[in-house]
Structures are given as structure tokens and as C-alpha cells.
């Protein structure tokens, strides 16, 4: 009687199975839900242990960005501005609070965008993290970094 697959096309055989299962945990380990609206004491919520998150009220080193510096009338400017771009939804508007989840462009991922103006300070706080995957390489900070562009040139 002859063997229908040898010792060598069986391991083959099995290491694509293997390969997608550890492929889909990995995944599923880095799928996050929508963050929580910040409390009554007015802190973001914390980026996970997954590099795909910046917060400007952090200082864990590769995850902290600056806030952005605005004016009440440069706050309300932003959000005008956000309401109208592609690929941006805002989910919720609760006065110096804004959410929205921005779809990226080629993956059309989502992504969580919370931003927190302190009128007293002259700063928005500001929260970028990927739902989906390990990493988002890069993509939040650029995004945030877009942001603070848009307020420095009066979003022309």
C-alpha cells in the first residue's frame, strides 16, 4: 500500500493552515472598539499596549504628541473644517469634545480620532489610535501632524 502524501508534502501540507491561524489570532489581538468619551475630569482615554495610538496627554515616549494650540474661534474653525472632509465622520460633538472615525483612504481602515479643546490653556488634546492591526505605521501621528498643519495655515 503506498502512503497518499509523504512525510515532506504532509508538514507542507500543514503549515498553511498553521500560518493562517496565527496570521487571524495576531490579527484579532490587535482589533480595538471605539474609545470611551473622556470623563468629567477631561482626560482621553489611554492608548493601549499596541503602537497604533499617539495622545497628547501621555508621555510614554513613542506614543505622546503634542497638543495642538488653538483659540475658541480656531477650535470652531477646525470642526467646521473636520465636518467636511473625506473620509471623516464625527460621531460626536459635545461642545469643546469632538469624535470621529476617519477611513483611510487605500485600506479603508477605521480609525478613532477624539479631540478635547481647553479654553483656558489655548489647547486641544488630542487621541489618534488604529482600530485594526499591530501597527498603523505612522498613520496617526501624520494624521495629528495634519491637523496641527491645517491650524497654522488657517485651513486654506
Do not use: Y
Not at 74 to 93: C, N, P, R, V
Amino acid at each position: 500500500m503506498q502512503a497518499l502524501f509523504t512525510p515532506t508534502q504532509d508538514r507542507q501540507t500543514m503549515k498553511a493552515p498553521c500560518v493562517n491561524f496565527i496570521f487571524i489570532v495576531l490579527l484579532l489581538t490587535g482589533c480595538t472598539s471605539s474609545p470611551e468619551k473622556p470623563g468629567t475630569d477631561a482626560i482621553l482615554p489611554a492608548c493601549g499596549p499596541l503602537p497604533n495610538c499617539v495622545n497628547s496627554q501621555i508621555t510614554d515616549g513613542g506614543k505622546s504628541i503634542a497638543s495642538l494650540k488653538a483659540s475658541a474661534p480656531e477650535w470652531q474653525q477646525l470642526k467646521a473644517w473636520l465636518a467636511q472632509q473625506k473620509g471623516w465622520t464625527i460621531t460626536a460633538d459635545k461642545g469643546d469634545f469632538l469624535q470621529a472615525v476617519v477611513t483611510t483612504s487605500l485600506m479603508r481602515f477605521r480609525d478613532d480620532v477624539q479631540l478635547l479643546f481647553t479654553a483656558n490653556e489655548g489647547l486641544i488634546h488630542v487621541r489618534s489610535s488604529s482600530r485594526l492591526g499591530i501597527g498603523d505605521m505612522g498613520t496617526n501621528r501624520r494624521r495629528v501632524e495634519m491637523l496641527r498643519s491645517e491650524l497654522a495655515t488657517g485651513f486654506e
